[in-house]
């Protein structure tokens, strides 16, 4: 892990240098400034999780499992992350990468005041967690907890069953399915798919309010020239 983050380091430095001379000393306008580091900000998230990939997940849904019941019973936020799918850890990724860019228009082109604070506020746990397992950490709330316990009290001590497609097994039970992931043709084994809902609304939220602020963008911009005028 130390040697992925020595070359993310290495690969941060050779491209911001470019970025760097092409700003530094020349007249481009503020707004080209600004696309250059959010498109920059944007390929450097992509490469951490790039350099973050290997073979993760569990070998088997039963080992999905106990990876799972072995989280709850700890409570630990990491062990939690790690017994995940692999969608619902591309989810927390596309949120944070969504919020960081928002994160980063507000602060460049809305004007202080009570909309600008109000935004910081919603886009600042993406812009301040170091990455995405420690964004979903951050957002982890007492009722998931609770729901991946009661699944597993319910499930007692029967075995994920595996669906004819391959691609998920699960455990019926009172509290409801219990269910376990493995996308067919991913480098990734099984997760706990239980939390996946929720990352995916997120995830929506987060990317609409991307394409509004890269919307809102000019038009801040304009209203900026028109009161320097």
């Known amino acids: 892990m130390e040697a992925r983050k020595g070359l993310l380091a290495n690969w941060t430095q050779r491209l911001n240098k470019p970025l760097r001379g092409l700003v530094r000393g020349t007249s481009v306008a503020r707004p080209i400034r600004r696309v250059f580091a959010m498109r920059f900000t944007a390929l450097v998230c992509t490469l951490s999780v790039l350099v973050g990939c290997g073979p993760k ?102 075995r994920p069953e595996l669906a004819p497609s391959g691609e998920t097994s699960e455990i019926a039970t009172s509290a409801g399915p219990l269910v376990y992931r493995k996308p067919r043709n991913r480098f990734w084994g099984w997760g706990y798919a239980g939390l996946d809902a929720k990352a995916e609304q997120i995830k929506r939220t987060a990317s609409a309010d991307l394409e509004r602020m890269r919307s809102d963008a000019a038009d801040y911009e304009r209203a900026a020239t028109r009161g320097a005028r």
């Open 57 to 158: 997940g569990a070998a088997t849904p039963d080992e999905a499992h106990a990876r799972l019941a072995a989280a709850v019973a700890a409570h630990d936020s990491v062990r939690l992350w790690n017994a995940l799918d692999q969608d619902t850890h591309w989810s927390w990724m596309t949120i944070l990468r969504a919020w960081r860019e928002a994160y980063d228009i507000t602060q460049s082109v809305v004007p202080e005041g009570a909309e600008r604070a109000r935004l910081i506020a919603r886009f600042e746990p993406g812009a301040t967690s170091e990455d995405a397992e420690a964004l979903f950490i951050r957002m982890l709330e007492p009722d998931d907890w609770r729901q991946a316990a009661s699944l597993l009290a319910a499930a007692g001590t029967q």
